[in-house]
């Protein structure tokens, strides 16, 4: 069953890349580049940068962003890199044109090969260019936080987090001295955006993809969630048969028993302890009742019936009603 769900797993990574293609993510220092890249060459343009870290993407599938440097006479001006070493919002501190891909020049018709061009290598949004504002979207640079959105350590984060909406939208966050470390906001389909202007430091990157992206998108995200929590299952009838379920031993290091949460009268609809997974007890948390505790319930007199407390017999002024001892006269 688990290969078959690995299977599954695949089929589903493979599909959500199957329409992805290369997209702009910004003009960037060349000199945080050569810093945080994972691989390093000389190409003679955009197109073949792309394609050499494209290639190196088949064998390290975490690569996901390449740049590429116009103007460098020698040495290496192409770089890849992965998700999650992604340039810092601080090498964005020069601007840039307001829809340009075109990083060489600085805006000045110059090829000073100080930026270097960043390309997301694998997602569904494209680039529509950057605006200053967006409604209902704040920005606080003092503790490094957005209102409105959510923080993400890079744009394919966010690509990824609004795959399910029409809009995506980064900004490169450069916090004040007493704030965190340089990070990124992220909203998906604000209530309103601002008119588009230079990209660059403290500027939103405006980026769509089509509505049938979109519901893909959210297919693949329900479909995951099932494949999820069928693994779960697996997983955890690897320690229980049948319809049993490993539950914690209170007291003792590291260890579970199998128990039927539809009959057992101390886990009763769960495990009163906690459950034990794949990756051990690291869920303390109940999900069951034990029934013998059923307040003004006599020693004996509870039952567990289809996964919930049933009592049958109450203390004195105790009534019971509808499987339940409520305190009062008995009659």
């Known amino acids: ?22 997209t702009f993510v910004g003009c960037v220092l060349q000199a945080t580049v050569a810093l945080t890249a994972d691989y390093a060459t000389r190409t003679s343009s955009q ?36 998700t999650g070493s992604y340039v810092a919002a601080s090498a964005y501190i020069l601007p840039s044109g307001d829809t340009t891909t075109d990083c060489s020049a600085l805006g000045l018709g110059l090829n000073l090969g100080l930026l270097a061009t960043a390309t997301d290598l694998s997602t569904t949004f494209a680039f529509q260019g950057c605006t200053n504002t967006l409604t209902g979207v704040v920005i606080n640079l003092a503790q490094g936080t957005i209102l409105g959105g959510a923080i993400v350590q890079d744009p394919q984060a966010c690509f990824a987090r609004c795959a399910g909406n029409l809009n995506a939208y980064f900004i490169p966050i450069v916090p004040s001295v007493t704030a965190i470390l340089p990070t990124y906001g992220c909203v998906c389909d ?18 769509t993809h089509s509505a049938s992206a ?15 929590a069928k693994a779960e299952t697996e997983r955890r009838r690897c320690f229980c048969p049948g319809r049993m379920t490993s539950c914690l031993i209170p007291g003792v290091e590291d260890s579970w028993e199998c128990v039927d949460p539809q009959s057992d009268l101390e886990s009763c609809g769960g495990c ?28 004996g007199g509870s039952t567990c019936t289809n996964g919930k407390c049933v009592a049958f017999a109450c203390k004195r002024k105790w009534t019971l009603q509808n499987g339940k001892c409520i305190r009062g006269l008995s009659k």
């Not at 290639?55 to 599938?61: F, K, L, M, V």
């Not at 998108?217 to 969630?225: F, V």
């Open 1 to 22: 069953m688990l290969s078959r769900l690995a299977v599954l797993i695949s089929a589903l990574a493979l599909l959500s890349s199957a329409q992805a293609a290369q």
């Open 47 to 82: 197109n073949a940068c792309n394609t050499r870290c494209l290639a190196q993407q088949a064998t390290n599938p975490s690569i996901q962003y390449s740049y590429f440097v116009a103007g460098t006479v020698l040495g290496n001006n192409c770089y890849c890199d992965a």
């Open 190 to 207: 604000p209530s309103g955006p601002g008119a588009l202007g230079a990209c660059g430091l403290l500027t939103f990157f405006k980026y």
């Open 214 to 228: 979109s519901q893909q998108a959210q297919a693949r995200k329900r479909d995951q969630l099932a494949l999820n």
């Open 272 to 299: 009163t302890h906690g459950e034990y997974t794949s990756d051990g007890p690291t869920n303390s948390t109940a999900t069951g009742t034990d029934c013998t505790n059923m307040p003004g319930v006599l020693m």
